[in-house]
Structure formats: C-alpha cells, structure tokens
C-alpha cells in the first residue's frame, strides 16, 4: 500500500473564499430572482389585460361607428346586455340555467360513455392481435365517415331528446379515446409484460397491474380533446333538433338575427369547457403523480 | 458482508422448507434448438443442439460473445417461450406454459414505474393472490434485505441505477424462487456498483440457494459469482465447454477473489476457450467494415 505514490501536488484554494462569497451573495442573488420570476409575472398578466383590452374596446368601438355593422357582428356591452337579459327574463326555452344544465348533462354523459368504450375497445383490441387484424378494416371505415352526419341518424332514431346527443357526442369522443388506449396497450414494455408473467400474473392480472396503467399516460391525454368532441356532440346534437339546451339557443338566436345571442351562448360554453378542462386536470395530476415533475410539467404545459 | 448474511440464513425462517423446492429445481436442456421467423421470411437460428444441465442449487453462469443465444436459452427454461426442437425440463417435467418457482431478472429493470417501490416487491405475492397486507408486510421485509429501508414509497424514477437494482433483486426473490434466472442483470452498472451487487446477490443466494442461470458478458464476473461456467460459441449458439469453478464458498467480496491464484488460473483457462469465439463474432461484424474500407 505504501509503495502507491499518492500525488499531492493539488492545493485548495484559500480556505474560506467560496464560504464568505456564498453567506452574504447567496441571499441577494436569491432575492434577485425572485423579484425578477414576480416582475415577468406582473408583465405578462398586463400584456394579457392589455390584449383582451384592445380587442373587446376595437371590437365595441369599430361597431358604435357603424365601421363593422353590429347587425351581423354583434356588440361586446350587446352580448353582456344578453347574458344579463338572460339571467333576468330567461330564454324563450325557460331559464337559462337549465338550457345550461341540459347541454352539460349531455356532454357529460356523452364523454363518460365514450371514454368507457373507447378504453375497454382500445384495451381489447391492443391485447388480442386477432381482435385488432379483424376490426382494422372496420375501423378505418367508421373514421372516415363523416361521424357528426351520424347525429341525423340519431335524431331521427332517438329523439329530440338527451338520448340523441349523447349518443352522438359519444361516438365523437370514443374515436379519440380509443386511438389513444390502443396506441398506449402497443406501447407498453414487453420486459414489463414478461416480468409479470414470469412472477405468475394471470391475464386479467397483467391488464389491471401493468397494461392499463401503462397506457393510462396516452388515455389521459386524449381526455382533454376527447371534452371538446362531446361538447361539439352535445351543441350539434341540438342544433339538429332538440327542445332544450344552448345549442338550441344559438340556433333560434341565428334565425332571430340576433349574433349577440350566438356570441353570448358560446361564451357560456367556453366557460364550461374551460371549467371541464379543469377538471380533468386535476384527475391526470393525480392520476399521474408518480411521473417524474419534469415529465409532467412538460405535459401540462 | 457475506459473513453476516451466512449467519442470517442459518436463523432465518424457512430456509429448510424452500430446500424441498429445490429439489425440484433441476434444469436439463436437451438437444434444444430455436429457430425463428426473420420478417423477410427465411428462418433464423437462435441456439443448436444445446445441452445443459444445473444441478439443484447450483449458480451456473452462461458466456459467449454477443448473439449467441443466451438469454433466448433463458426464455426458454422460463418458459415464455418453446423450444422449436429438443426439450427443455425442470424437475423432471417438460416445461409447459410459465415454469413454475422461477424467478427472471432483466438488464433493463423491469419495474413499473407508477408504483412505488414497496409495490413493485409486492407483485410476487399479489400476483399469486396473496392479501394485501400479507404482500406489502413480505415486501417490506425484503426491502430492507437489500438496504433499502426507508425507500419504500418512493418511485424508481426517484431511485439511481443500483437501488433500482436492488428492487429488481428483492422483487424477483420475494416469491422465494426454486430457479432464478439472470440476463446479464447488472450489465448496464458501474463497475464498483456492480462489484457491490454482484456481493448482495451472493449473500442473499446463499440464503436460499435457488438454482441459478446467470447469463453476463464479463468473464470475471462470472468465475467470481458461478459454481459452473458454461461458454457458448459463436451463433448459432451452442454449448463449447463447462467448467466447475471449485473456489470455496462463501467467497467473500467478489472485488478481492479476483486476486486469488486459482481465480487467474481459472480465468486463463476458460478465457483462452472464450477468446476464440469472440474472435470469430468479432471477425463476422468487422469484415464488411473492412472491406469498404479497401474500397475508399
């Protein structure tokens, strides 16, 4: 052991140099960066206010000058005159909390029951090649076609009421969700499956245990999009006959000439998309909290 | 370390009644070939006319140069997949389906990563339909068999490459196997890491004495940790040679066994009959690299 020459020519640098540095800079350079982390938040909120500003007021004022003609474009204080007309008198379908009420029941429904088939579809169809080589053809099919024409079909089926759009809104969003679960079951390691095996998981083991939430990632990011499709399903739905709902709304509101109504209608169901949105955010932070934090930032972003 | 794990075996529970497991635990290939389908059509031969036998208990180590078909042979004692000739049998019975009692350790870890990592040992028993409760009190256990005592909610994101390791290790121990089968399961390790895992699987095999088939590249990892060196040749592999390895056990840390003189007398010895092998592997992959090399 001794005979191992043991090079010492390294020196530290003088003792106490970085320490001294690192008491008092520490703290300032801290503080520095998060006055500037607050100063690039109060800038980007101002630019955000400033834009909003800028649209809403060109919008009220090219209008009042009779520049844009506010019969076919409508008026911003015309659309809050709308929506407080309507909270007051209500619509000429009842009150429009429950037109509210009608086209969220719908879409909701449409969403829960095209999430479920899409999942256990795409689960099946990604766990059995046979199952897959048979349905392929079929599949390609049913996406070409034009699904929302389906929601004729299904009115003329199932009535003017809820039934038709949630069928309709779920057909639109079973597609999404069902891409997403079989491209997911496709993913998943196969070291992970043979493990499974090998440790002695039955089939439906291996499905609750490893494929399922392996594909859960590529579910979950379908749902955001797959909320918009039953939104879309539910509004279509009522457009082509219904007795209640916003999609009814807006149409009457385009056969009165009113673009206020129109305007005012979808400004209620951004923020009902905007409050699903949400929603489902929260369930895919906790649904995936055992993702690295970089890895889920970079999807939520 | 080993001394205190030898010492742990001997008060720990169970280690007679896993011996008559063991006993089961003979691995006979036979004249087994594997060939397969390349998509282009034509057929591939992954291993020829191998023949091997473990003993019960025995830590058998596989080497040959890249692509010979050893971790195929692997999944065939597995029984994740069959053999397309000859016959492959544990205990006596040709395997069919998923061998029973066996145990597979990959290079890549095979844990799932949204579970945490008392969850991941767990999966032996909860696979087998232990309660709840009874998989995560045999977990925790384990666990802290391999140092990991305090990890246990944490995910393996979270963990570096030997604790994740580790898990791997106590995940595939768990169910107490009778076979436990290893492909090149800390190849992708550093080298003092590996040293330090290549003395925790020693020590807790020791404890229970699974037959093993440890497949590896490095020749000294292999000499160290086997009782049984087997060499294949080049593919389509097949068995060239076995060598007992009778360096007495427990070895102690595997670091230092290397300096023994019946260590290099052995490495020397099975080294000259694996450098063929991996001169001729080499020679298939260099020539087209040579010959373009003439070109330009």
Known sequence: MSAVPVNRSYEPAAPGAIGDLAAGEEAAVAADLRHSTRRRRIWTWAARIGTLVIIMGGWQLLTSAKIVDPFFWGQPSGIVKQLGNWAQHGTQYGSIWEQIWVTFKEAVLGFVFGVAAGIIAGVLLGMFQFLADVASPYIKVANAIPRIALGSLFTVALGLGTPSKVALAAVLVFFVVFFNAFQGVREVDQNLLANARVLGASKLAIIRHVVVPSALTWIIASLHVAFGMAIIGAIVGEFLGAQKGLGLVIASSQNNFNPNGVFAAILIIAVLALTAEALIGLLERRLLSWRPRSQANAAAA | ?296
Not at chain 2, 14 to 38: D, P, W
Not at chain 2, 122 to 138: D, H, I, M, N, Y
Not at chain 2, 266 to 281: F, N, P, Q, Y
């Open chain 2, 1 to 296: 370390m080993a001394s205190t794990f030898a010492k742990r075996s001997r008060t720990g529970r169970g280690v007679r009644e896993r011996s008559g497991a063991a006993q089961a635990a003979r691995i006979e290939l036979s004249g087994v070939t594997k060939r397969f389908a390349t998509p282009s059509g034509s057929l591939f031969t992954a291993v020829r006319d191998v023949d091997m036998t473990i003993e019960p208990g025995k830590f058998c180590a596989v080497v040959g140069p890249s692509g010979c078909g050893k971790s195929t042979t692997l999944t065939m004692v597995s029984g994740l997949d069959r053999p397309s000739a000859g016959t492959v049998s544990v205990g006596g019975k040709p395997v069919d389906g998923i061998t029973a009692g066996t145990s597979f350790m990959f290079q890549s870890d095979a844990l799932l990563p949204w579970k945490t990592v008392l969850d991941n040992v767990a999966l032996g028993p909860v696979f087998r339909g232990a309660p709840k409760k009874e998989a995560q009190a045999q977990a925790r256990e384990w666990v802290r068999r391999v140092h990991l005592a305090g990890f246990e909610n944490h995910h393996p994101h979270q963990l570096s490459g030997g604790m994740r390791k580790r898990v791997s290790l106590a995940a595939a121990l768990i169910n107490e196997p009778s076979i436990l089968l290893m492909d090149e399961p800390f190849g992708a390790l550093d080298v003092q890491t590996k040293a330090m895992m290549s003395n925790e699987l020693l020590g807790l095999w020791e404890q229970t004495r699974p037959s093993v088939i440890f497949v590896t590249h490095d020749l000294e990892e292999a000499i160290a940790l086997a009782d049984q060196v087997v060499v294949m040749t080049v593919g389509p592999g097949t068995v060239k040679a076995v060598y007992d390895i009778d360096l007495p056990r427990p070895r102690g840390a595997v670091q230092e066994i290397r300096f023994d003189p019946r260590f290099l007398e052995l490495h020397h010895h099975i080294w000259e009959s694996l450098r063929e092998e991996v001169e001729r592997a080499y020679a298939r992959t260099a020539k087209p690299a040579s010959a373009n090399g003439g070109r330009s």
